[in-house]
């Protein structure tokens, strides 16, 4: 329940992170907020495995996820922009499905792991 809880989290920070994307990108594509994005989300992994407080990482994980808001509407919008009218869907699925595909294979990583017996929990001596 508290994983669930901790994805849910970064899940409204993806929301959050969207609206402020948006709002900032009213007059055009802020870029700026890209590289802004890529830095929150390195920060928020770096401290992730370093928290113990489940307060923490709730914050950790919203922050995870409106950074990745900051980060990922922007480089849509620039996709969707430079794309010629006629193959946009076409470079839009092409997108999702590069990203999906990147996704399964990243879950059967760690599928590959678990049944194997690896952690990511070091065992001090």
């Known amino acids: 329940m508290v ?3 901790l994805m849910a989290c970064s899940g409204i920070g993806i929301i959050l992170g ?19 994005g890529a830095l929150g989300i390195v920060l928020a992994l770096f401290f992730t495995p370093q928290l113990e407080s489940t307060g923490l990482l709730v914050v950790d994980f919203l922050a995870l996820g409106v950074a990745g808001g900051l980060f990922i509407v922007p ?7 430079h794309a010629k009218d006629r193959e946009l869907g ?9 990203q999906n595909l990147v996704m ?10 678990a049944t194997s017996g690896i952690t990511s929990v ?4």
């Open 3 to 5: 994983i669930q809880g």
């Open 18 to 36: 969207s609206v402020i994307a948006g709002r900032a990108s009213r007059q055009g594509i802020e870029t700026g907020l890209i590289p802004l």
């Open 75 to 81: 480089l849509n919008a620039l996709i969707q922009f």
């Open 90 to 98: 076409t470079i839009l699925a092409g997108n999702n499905w590069i």
């Open 104 to 113: 399964l294979a990243f879950l059967g990583i760690t599928v590959v792991f």
């Open 122 to 125: 070091s065992s001090a001596s």
